[in-house]
């Protein structure tokens, strides 16, 4: 009995460390898509309206610059790499492909949060 459980241990080891790349990665997506994600409020509340709105959409525009290239571009061809060289985890043999496509995909959906979030602060700038 003690043998089969030393076995299960890399395995469970090995899937909770790419469990929590997945939920890390789609938690802080989740975060910022709800505008719940750390922010430096400081700047913004000394600023004038017209000021905020810009600061906003500058906020914005970074964060859609480091979802492109680094979580996508980056992400996509980590993914294409581990997938061309045949790469497997070392217990579970899921290529790493798989487990590293929590990447790009987290950089899409950040993308489309960015576009709401850009629309919306857009959208609140010409009602006022």
């Known amino acids: 009995f003690a043998r089969f ?3 299960n241990v890399p395995f469970t080891e090995e ?3 790419y469990a929590m790349m997945w939920v890390t990665l789609f938690g802080s997506t989740y975060a910022f898509g ?3 994600h750390i922010a430096i ?3 913004i509340s000394v600023l004038d309206e017209d000021s905020k709105w810009k600061l906003e ?3 914005e525009v970074i964060v ?3 979802a492109v290239v680094i979580l996508l571009i980056g992400g996509s061809w980590f993914v294409y790499i581990t997938f061309k060289l045949g790469q497997l985890s070392s217990v579970t043999q899921i290529p790493k492909g798989w487990i590293y496509m929590a990447l790009p995909l987290s ?3 950040i993308l489309i949060y960015n576009f709401l979030n850009i629309r ?3 959208l609140k700038k010409k009602l006022k």
């Open 120 to 122: 919306s602060v857009i």
């Open 107 to 109: 950089g899409a959906l």
């Open 34 to 36: 709800l505008k719940k």
């Open 15 to 17: 899937v909770t460390i």
């Open 57 to 59: 959409i500058l906020v």
């Open 64 to 66: 859609a610059l480091f």
């Open 5 to 7: 459980i030393d076995l």
């Open 41 to 43: 409020d400081v700047l």
